[in-house]
């Protein structure tokens, strides 16, 4: 069956960067774009991204460039996020999802990963 | 971007009756290939998000049939009918027309 699973939550200092991944099973991880989702506390999702495993190309939210990167290693399946210069604004859960390329819906979800951002 | 306001529940809802939850685009979310990328999500207390419909109107696969969607290019509508506890959570329009994809804020659902 398909999984999406993230590591674990993260405690970080003000200024670090974080690297989330995102591990993909049940499916051809090169056929599905992954995308990056932000949920603050109590709030709302932002996309943050995606990238394309078979070719590495990725589309960011305007808002996030700068902010995120995102990476694959194809040979594991495994799809990462890197978050720098971390402020407290950057403390939220973020979620891995996926895209059959074309489709536009994301139809699984990682379980999320918490990131608090506290000196 | 697309900003997406989605409207508020009388909650709580009594069991066994229907619940709409409403959705509105700034944009048009039909496309030229005539399908409009409008999709719902269903995050329970604790979990991901999970896909309810697509294309405005398409179920997932394993979703009740009790949940339907329609609409036109930028006013949403998700029904539940007969609600059940397992309904609760907070229910998320989002476009998924041009970058970058945005969401609703939420539409929160609770059940008496």
């Known amino acids: 069956q398909v999984k999406l699973l993230q590591s674990g939550a993260a405690l970080v200092k003000p200024g670090a960067s974080v690297k989330m991944s995102c591990k993909a099973s049940?499916?051809?991880?090169?056929?599905?774009?992954v995308s990056w989702v932000k949920q603050s506390h109590g709030k709302s999702l932002e996309w943050i991204g995606e990238i394309y495993p078979n070719s590495g190309a990725t589309n960011f939210n305007e808002k996030f460039k700068g902010k995120a990167t995102l990476t694959v290693d194809k040979s594991t399946s495994t799809a990462y996020m890197e978050l720098s210069r971390l402020t407290s604004e950057d403390s939220a859960i973020y979620y891995c999802?996926?895209?059959?390329?074309?489709?536009?819906?994301?139809?699984?979800w990682g379980q999320g990963v918490m990131v608090t951002v506290s000196s | 971007d697309i900003v997406m306001t989605q409207g508020a529940l009388p909650n709580p809802v009594p069991s066994g009756e229907s619940a709409s939850i409403t959705c509105q685009s700034s944009k048009s979310l039909l496309y030229s290939d005539g399908k409009t990328y409008l999709n719902w999500y269903l995050q329970r207390p604790g979990q991901s998000p999970q896909l309810l419909i697509y294309w405005m109107s398409t179920r997932a696969s394993g979703v009740s049939d009790r949940f339907s969607g329609s609409g036109s290019g930028t006013d949403f509508t998700l029904k539940i009918s007969r609600v059940e506890a397992e309904d609760v959570g907070v229910y998320y329009c989002?476009?998924?027309?041009?970058?970058?994809?945005?969401f609703g804020s939420g539409t929160k659902l609770e059940i008496k």
């Open positions: 999802t996926r895209e059959l390329t074309g489709k536009r819906y994301f139809d699984y």
């Open positions: 049940g499916y051809t991880f090169t056929d599905y774009w």
């Open positions: 989002q476009q998924f027309l041009e970058f970058p994809f945005t």
